[in-house]
């Protein structure tokens, strides 16, 4: 059964930064993609930024620019650098792994909070 954890989130001033990490069970090279959801309250789920197999990755639009998404295969961890953080960036951020039979597996989720 693969395990994500994350870890990371916090309260931060607008403009301020954080780096959300996400430890995985297994070897993460055996997931076809690893990324990084967010939840606000009142909200869907959406994407944030994804990582793929081979290395290219993938943001949502309101992020790009200011997020980043790496991986360590040595200590099978995804990480997400957050920088110029925005109020309406507030969400419960969640890991997602996708293996190859496309089964998808979460995190317990980790709250960030930008204050104004």
């Known amino acids: 059964q693969v395990q994500l954890v994350e870890s990371g989130g916090g309260l931060v001033q607008a403009g301020g930064s954080l780096r959300l990490s996400c430890a995985a069970s297994?070897?993460?090279?055996?997931?076809?993609?690893m990324g990084w959801y967010r939840q606000a309250p009142g909200k869907q789920r959406e994407v944030v930024a994804v990582i793929i197999s081979g290395g290219s990755t993938n943001y949502a639009g309101s992020v790009k620019g200011r997020f980043t998404i790496s991986r360590d295969n040595a200590k099978n961890a995804v990480y997400l650098q957050m920088s110029s953080l925005k109020p309406e960036d507030t969400a419960v951020y969640y890991c997602n792994a996708v293996d190859s039979r496309l089964r998808a597996y979460w995190g317990q989720g980790t709250q960030v909070t930008v204050s104004s």
């Open positions: 297994g070897n993460i090279l055996s997931f076809n993609s």
